[in-house]
C-alpha cells in the first residue's frame, strides 16, 4: 500500500466518522463542529485526487465563512438543554425517509450507469486553477452566468425580506459625525469682564432672592 | 548544502521524507517566536518612546529579556479551566490558532532561494488558513462559558469575516496582474526596480489590504474583540497562563505574516528597489541586490507602522469598524478590480 | 468648495498623518521617566511616611501619654497604655500603632503638645506578615532615634508654615 493509497483511507475514515458525528451528537454546536471535520477531510481528499484549487475553495468557502455562520446561529441559541429540542419522530420520519431513498437511488444509478463517473479526469498540465478557469469561464459560461443571476436574486430577496425600516431605531451615521468640525457645535463668544461692584450689589441683595420664600424665612436670614 | 540534505532523506523514501518534513517544520516553528519574542519587547520599547516614557529596561542589557521572562512566567502559571466550560475545547482552541499561524509560513518564500514548499496555489493556501483561523477565536469564546468571552469571540468572528472579503478582493488584483496564484511568481512578475512594483497599479488595493490586514489581526484601531474597556480581555479572559501565551503568539506571528505577505505582494518581496544595486559588489557577492535583506527592511517598515499605528490612534466603534468593511472598502476593491481588469484585457488586445 | 476639502482630507487620510506625524515626532522628544530605585524624585519636608517617637537631647521620652493622638486617630490605629514611672511622671507602658490601619493622615503628629509622635519621609519600609506592620513602642523609638536628624531637620524648615 503506498504512502497516498494510506492517507486516503485515514482521510475517509475521519470524514465518515465526522459525517456520523454530524448527525449523532448530541449537542448542536458539536454537530457543527463535526461538519467542518468532514468538509477539511473532504478538502483533503479532493487534493489527493489533484484537485488543489477545489480543495481550498471548498475550505474557504465552506469552512471559512458558510459554517462560521452557522456556528453564530448555533451559538446563539440557548442550547443548554440539548434534550429539550428533541423533534417529533412522528412528523419528521418520512420525509427523511424519503429525501434518503430518492438520494440513494441517485447515487446507485449514477455508479452503475454513469460511464465517465468511474473514470477519473485527467490531471491538466497547465495547473487546476487554469484549466478550471477556463471551463467555468469558456465552456460554462451561460451556467455560471445563470447561477450569479440567481443568487444574487436571493440575496436581493433575502435582504428586501428582512431590511425593515424600523421609525424607532435610532441610527448613528459615522460619516456625518466625522465630517463634524468644532466650529459646528461650539460658538466662542468674546464676553467683557464682569465688575466688583456688580458683584458686590449682588451679594447685598442676594437675600432678597434666597428670603423670597412663601413662608417668608430665606436660608439666610 | 540544502539539495544535499533534501537528496540524502530522500534516499530513504517515505520516513526520509517524513524526517525532512519534521525537518522544515523545526525550521519554521522555532525561529518565530523568538521573533516574536523580540517583536513584542520593541512593541513596548515603541509605544513607550511615544509616550515619553522607556518601557522595558530591567531585564538583560536593555530589558531585551523582557519577553522571555514573560514567556517564564507564563510557562509556570496554573491552567485555569472556568466552571462549566468545554474542557476540550477551551484547550484546543489557542493551539488551533497558532497551528494555522504557523502553517501560513510553510508557503511564505523569504527570498529567491529560501522557501519551505512551492505549491500552485499558494495564495489561496494562504487565504485558507486566514480563513480557518476564525475558528480558534470562536471556540475559545464560546467553550469558556463567559459573556465577555463569547462577546468578544461573536465581534471579532464578524470582523475577520467582513475584512476577509476585502482582503480577497485586494488579492484578485493581484492575481489578475501576475496570472497566477503563486507567491514566488508574483514576486518575479514586480522584477525590474521600483516602478515595476504592484502598489503602483494597484495603490487603493495596497491599502485597502494594509489595513483590512490590521483588522484581520485584531490589532489597534480595530482591536474590538478584545476592547479592554468594554470586554475585559475578549474571546481570550478565560485564558491564562500557556494557552493565553499562545493566543499572544499567534496574534504576533499573524502580524508578521500579514507583513511579509503585503510585502511580497505589493512591494516586490526581496527585490531591491532600484535594479543598479545589482550590480554593486564585489566577489560575486552583491550585499545590496535582491535577497533576503531587503524583504527584511520591508517587513520591518510595516511591523513599525503597527506599533505606530495603535501608539496614535483611538479605537473605533464597532459600527464604525463594520461600515468601513462593508460601505468603504468592499466597494472601492470592487470597483479597483474592475479597472484592473478592463485594463489588463485592453492591453492583452490591444497593446 | 468646503465639500471638496472635506472629500479629499478624509480619502488622503489627513486627519491620521496628522497624527502619525505627531506620535513620530514624540518619539525623538526626551523622556521623562524617573528610574525609581536610582533615581528618585525630591520629597516634601510634609511627607507623611513611616511613624516615629522622638526623644528630648537629653535621652529622656518626650511622649507624655495625653492620649490625644489615640482619640483623634480616624483608623484607631494607635494603642496606649499609661503607668507613672517611678520618678513620678506620666509615661506610656505601651504605645503601638498598627500600621496596616494607619490612613497616613498625619493627624496623629498634629494633636501631639510635645511632638512626640511623627510621620517621616521614610516610605520605603515592608513586612512580610500583619505582625511586622504592627509597631510596637520600641520599634517607634528606635525609629525615632535613627532618624532623628531627617526628622529635626523637615520640622525646623517647615516651622515658618506652622
Redesign the interface.
Known amino acids: 500500500m503506498s504512502f497516498l493509497a494510506l492517507l486516503f483511507y485515514i482521510f475517509s475514515a475521519i470524514l465518515l466518522a465526522s459525517a456520523l458525528g454530524v448527525i449523532a451528537a448530541r449537542h448542536p454546536v458539536h454537530s457543527a463542529l463535526s461538519l467542518v471535520l468532514a468538509f477539511f477531510t473532504m478538502a483533503a481528499l479532493w487534493i489527493l485526487l489533484g484537485a488543489e484549487f477545489l480543495g481550498l475553495a471548498l475550505i474557504i468557502i465552506y469552512v471559512g465563512a458558510v459554517m462560521v455562520f452557522f456556528l453564530f446561529v448555533i451559538m446563539m441559541l440557548d442550547t443548554r438543554h440539548p434534550e429539550k429540542i428533541k423533534a417529533n419522530w412522528r412528523v419528521t420520519l418520512p420525509p427523511l425517509v424519503l429525501i434518503g431513498i430518492i438520494m440513494f437511488a441517485e447515487l446507485a444509478m449514477l455508479i452503475m450507469h454513469g460511464s465517465h463517473a468511474r473514470e477519473a479526469m485527467p490531471v491538466p498540465e497547465a495547473g487546476n486553477t487554469l484549466a478550471l478557469g477556463q471551463a467555468m469561464f469558456d465552456r460554462y459560461i451561460y451556467s455560471l452566468e445563470v447561477v450569479a443571476i440567481l443568487l444574487l436574486s436571493a440575496m436581493v430577496a433575502a435582504i428586501a425580506l428582512t431590511h425593515r425600516k424600523n421609525p424607532l431605531a435610532k441610527r448613528q451615521d459615522p460619516s456625518k459625525q466625522m465630517a463634524v468640525k468644532a466650529e459646528d457645535r461650539l460658538r466662542l463668544v468674546k464676553m467683557t469682564a464682569e465688575r466688583e461692584e456688580d458683584n458686590e450689589s449682588d451679594v447685598s441683595s442676594g437675600n432678597v432672592s434666597l428670603g423670597n420664600k412663601p413662608d417668608g424665612k430665606g436660608i439666610s436670614s | 548544502m540544502i539539495d544535499a540534505m533534501a537528496h540524502f532523506f530522500a534516499e530513504w523514501g517515505t520516513l526520509g521524507m517524513l524526517v525532512w518534513t519534521l525537518l522544515k517544520i523545526i525550521c519554521i516553528a522555532l525561529p518565530l517566536p523568538i521573533i516574536v519574542a523580540f517583536y513584542v519587547y520593541a512593541e513596548r520599547r515603541v509605544i513607550g518612546a511615544t509616550q515619553w516614557r522607556y518601557g522595558p529596561t530591567r531585564v538583560g542589557p536593555y530589558g531585551l529579556l523582557q519577553s522571555f521572562a514573560d514567556l517564564l512566567k507564563m510557562l509556570f502559571k496554573e491552567i485555569i479551566w472556568p466552571q462549566r466550560a468545554n474542557k476540550g475545547l477551551f484547550t484546543i482552541a489557542p493551539v488551533l490558532v497558532v497551528i494555522t499561524a504557523m502553517a501560513s509560513w510553510a508557503v511564505i518564500p523569504v527570498s529567491d532561494k529560501l522557501w519551505l514548499t512551492d505549491i500552485d496555489a499558494s495564495l489561496l493556501y494562504i487565504m485558507m488558513l486566514s480563513s480557518v483561523g476564525v475558528y480558534g477565536i470562536i471556540l475559545a469564546g464560546w467553550s469558556a462559558n463567559s459573556r465577555y468571552a463569547f462577546l468578544g469571540a461573536m465581534r471579532s468572528t464578524a470582523q475577520l469575516i467582513s475584512y476577509e472579503l476585502a482582503m480577497g478582493f485586494a488579492l484578485v488584483g493581484v492575481v489578475l496582474l501576475t496570472h497566477s496564484l503563486n507567491l514566488l511568481e508574483i514576486v518575479h512578475h514586480q522584477e525590474g526596480g521600483i516602478l515595476s512594483w504592484h502598489v503602483w497599479p494597484l495603490l487603493p488595493l495596497f491599502f485597502v489590504y494594509w489595513f483590512a490586514g490590521i483588522a484581520e489581526t485584531n490589532r489597534h484601531p480595530f482591536d474590538m474583540a478584545e476592547g479592554e474597556s468594554e470586554l475585559v480581555a475578549g474571546f481570550h479572559v478565560e485564558h491564562g497562563g500557556i494557552t493565553f501565551a499562545l493566543f499572544f503568539l499567534a496574534e504576533y506571528i499573524n502580524m508578521i505574516i500579514i507583513s511579509v505577505l503585503i510585502v511580497i505582494l505589493f512591494l516586490g518581496g526581496w527585490m531591491a528597489p532600484f535594479p543598479f544595486l545589482n550590480e554593486i559588489g564585489f566577489l560575486g557577492i552583491t550585499p545590496l541586490g535582491d535577497g533576503f535583506l531587503w524583504l527584511v527592511v520591508k517587513v520591518v517598515f510595516f511591523l513599525f507602522a503597527y506599533l505606530w499605528i495603535r501608539a496614535t490612534f483611538p479605537r473605533y466603534r464597532y459600527d464604525q469598524i463594520m461600515r468601513l468593511g462593508w460601505k468603504v472598502f468592499i466597494p472601492l476593491t470592487l470597483f479597483w478590480v474592475v479597472i484592473v481588469a478592463v485594463a489588463t484585457q485592453w492591453s492583452r488586445m490591444f497593446g | 468648495m468646503e465639500r471638496a476639502k472635506?472629500f479629499f482630507k478624509?480619502w488622503l487620510l489627513w486627519d491620521?498623518i496628522t497624527?502619525?506625524r505627531?506620535?513620530?515626532r514624540?518619539?525623538?522628544?526626551?523622556?521623562?521617566?524617573v528610574?525609581y530605585p536610582e533615581e528618585k524624585t525630591p520629597k516634601s519636608r510634609r511627607f507623611r511616611g513611616m511613624h516615629a517617637l522622638r526623644r528630648y537631647e537629653n535621652g529622656e521620652e518626650r511622649c507624655i501619654a495625653c492620649k490625644l493622638c489615640e482619640a483623634v486617630c480616624p483608623a484607631l490605629a494607635i494603642t496606649i497604655d499609661i503607668a507613672e514611672r517611678e520618678d513620678g511622671t506620666r509615661r506610656t507602658t505601651r504605645y503601638e500603632v498598627d500600621m496596616s490601619k494607619c490612613i497616613y493622615c498625619g493627624m496623629c503628629e498634629e494633636s501631639c503638645p510635645v511632638d512626640s509622635i511623627v510621620l517621616t519621609n521614610i516610605h520605603e519600609y515592608h513586612g512580610e506578615s500583619h505582625q511586622d506592620l504592627y509597631f510596637t513602642k520600641e520599634m517607634l523609638l528606635a525609629v525615632g532615634d535613627r532618624y532623628e536628624r531627617q526628622i529635626a531637620h523637615d520640622r525646623a524648615g517647615d516651622a515658618a508654615y506652622r
Open positions: 472635506q478624509t491620521m497624527g502619525l505627531l506620535t513620530l514624540r518619539m525623538f522628544e526626551p523622556r521623562t521617566t528610574f
